[in-house]
Nanobody
Framework: QVQLVESGGGLVQPGDSLRLSCLVTGRTLNSYTVAWFRQTPGKEREFVAAVRSGGNSGRTYYTDSVKGRFTISRDNAKSTAYLEMNSLKVDDTAVYLC??????????????????WGQGTQVTVSS
């Protein structure tokens, strides 16, 4: 059975960095697009970043608010995807969820494009 487990969240101060990991079991990661979403109480789930299949160098996508600060990457041999977050802001506080799927271009930024989801890891940015 497919399982995704996120790790690496924590409580940090503005300007700090975190690296989130998403370990995928039950499927080979190579053929899937991997995405990170985030959820905040009272708000809709928000797309953060995605990396398409294509070895470890698939095309990447980012929401505007994280461009230049976050980097999504993948290591297919380790069946793991990462989200490196730099220059963290208070507004980045959320539960971050990893997902995999085979989305078409039109739904790569939406939840419906993904087949499997992790439980999430909490990121709190506070001064």
């Amino acid at each position: 059975q497919v399982q995704l487990v996120e790790s690496g969240g924590g409580l940090v101060q503005p300007g700090d960095s975190l690296r989130l990991s998403c370990l995928v079991t039950g499927r080979t990661l190579n053929s899937y697009t991997v995405a990170w979403f985030r959820q905040t109480p009272g708000k809709e789930r928000e797309f953060v970043a995605a990396v398409r299949s294509g070895g470890n160098s698939g095309r990447t996508y980012y929401t505007d608010s994280v461009k230049g600060r976050f980097t999504i990457s993948r290591d297919n041999a380790k069946s793991t995807a990462y989200l490196e977050m730099n220059s963290l802001k208070v507004d980045d506080t959320a539960v971050y969820l990893c997902a995999i799927g085979v989305p078409s271009l039109g739904i790569i930024h939406t939840s419906q494009g993904y087949l499997h989801w992790g439980q999430g890891t909490q990121v709190t940015v506070s001064s």
